[in-house]
């Protein structure tokens, strides 16, 4: 199985994906909320036991993650760079492959050999559902960071 992440504020998106009925397919996904508190080591460690209860429980092997390079503030740090560094050492831990992409990349219709032109986020939405209140564009970039795995990018 393959975990797609994307970091947002006050939480992460993760949607797990693999084959399913012969294809590849979105199994689950969850917008998970850091804990709303100002105890910044607390918050990671809700962050990394919700990310390594999901790498267990799904049998995780490959993760997909959307980078932010347009880290400017403290804040920004606190919401994508720690908890990259988090992801990382789950990943190391559990033996996954670790893989990063720009949301540049992954909304891209060549990375994902459509057609020129396509919207990769529209075709996600049409192709893909999980019906859940937190299916928006960040959910979706999550699955094209596992899908991106997938196809080799």
Same mark, same amino acid.
């Not at 949607?15 to 979105?26: D, E, H, I, K, S």
């Not at 990310?51 to 429980?57: E, N």
């Not at 400017?72 to 560094?85: C, T």
């Not at 990349?105 to 939405?125: C, E, I």
């Given at each position: 199985m393959i975990l797609g992440v994307n970091f947002v504020a006050k939480g992460v998106h993760l949607?797990?994906?693999?084959?399913?009925?012969?294809?590849?397919?979105?199994v689950t996904h969850e917008r998970f909320f850091v804990? /709303?508190?100002?105890?910044? &080591?607390? %918050?990671?460690d809700s962050l990394h036991?919700?990310?390594?209860?999901?790498?267990?429980?799904?049998?995780?092997?490959?993760?997909g993650l959307k980078v932010h390079y347009n880290l400017?503030?403290?804040?920004?740090?606190?919401?994508?760079?720690?908890?990259?560094?988090v992801l990382a050492l789950v990943a190391e831990a559990h033996g996954c492959e670790f893989h990063s992409y720009t949301k540049r990349?992954?909304?891209? /219709?060549?990375?994902?050999? &459509?057609? %020129?032109?396509?919207?990769?986020?529209?075709?996600?939405?049409n192709n893909f559902q999980d019906g859940s209140p937190h299916w928006q564009e960040p959910a979706k970039v999550a699955f094209l960071a596992a899908w991106a795995v997938e196809f080799g990018v």
């Open positions: 949607c797990v994906c693999g084959p399913v009925n012969g294809g590849f397919n979105l804990p /709303a508190t100002n105890d910044t &080591l607390n %918050k990671l036991t919700k990310i390594q209860d999901v790498v267990q429980l799904s049998n995780i092997r490959r993760i400017q503030s403290q804040h920004d740090l606190f919401n994508h760079g720690a908890p990259v560094g990349k992954l909304t891209s /219709a060549k990375s994902f050999s &459509l057609p %020129k032109g396509t919207n990769v986020v529209d075709y996600v939405s």
